[in-house]
């Protein structure tokens, strides 16, 4: 079990680090100081569109493993239902991130700034799912 934990590890994390230029900003955080002197809308959306990047393959990267565990668990078991609420709460919070998102864009908008108040919204809420199934993870192994 845990041999296939490391190799699926190995498999779905190597990526991640082949994939992102190292110069490519990982945070909002990060865009904001890259852009302080620039200050372009434009920059910074970009360098958002960076960033959702980069969480989006790191979201998969926890999503998989989490659906692989569930996966294996369930053909010990014979019992699919915890992998099946699993892939619905994933699907409830694709759903979740884009209203609560959306409804932020459209509080700003037609301002300047809408879309990046969307983008860094659905950054926040990303990072925020990782941090809960990095979480669950890390409490799940011995």
């Known amino acids: 079990m845990i041999r296939n934990k490391v190799f699926f590890a190995a498999i779905f994390l190597c990526p991640l680090l082949i994939i992102t230029p190292t110069h490519a900003a ?82 700003v908008s037609p301002d300047r700034g809408a879309d990046l108040a969307y983008k860094k919204c659905f950054v926040k809420l990303s990072n925020s799912r990782i941090n809960a199934l990095s979480d669950i993870e890390s409490s799940s192994t011995p």
Not at 71 to 81: D, H, Q
């Open 26 to 107: 990982k945070s909002v955080e990060e865009c904001q100081k890259q852009n302080t002197d620039k200050m372009s809308p434009s920059s910074m959306s970009r360098c958002l569109d960076g960033v959702i990047s980069h969480v989006n393959r790191e979201l998969q990267t926890w999503v998989n493993l989490h659906s692989f565990n569930l996966e294996e668990k369930a053909l010990v078991n014979g019992r699919y239902s915890a992998l099946n609420m699993f892939k619905r709460s994933q699907s409830n919070f694709i759903t979740y991130r884009e209203n609560d998102c959306r409804w932020q864009y459209l509080a």
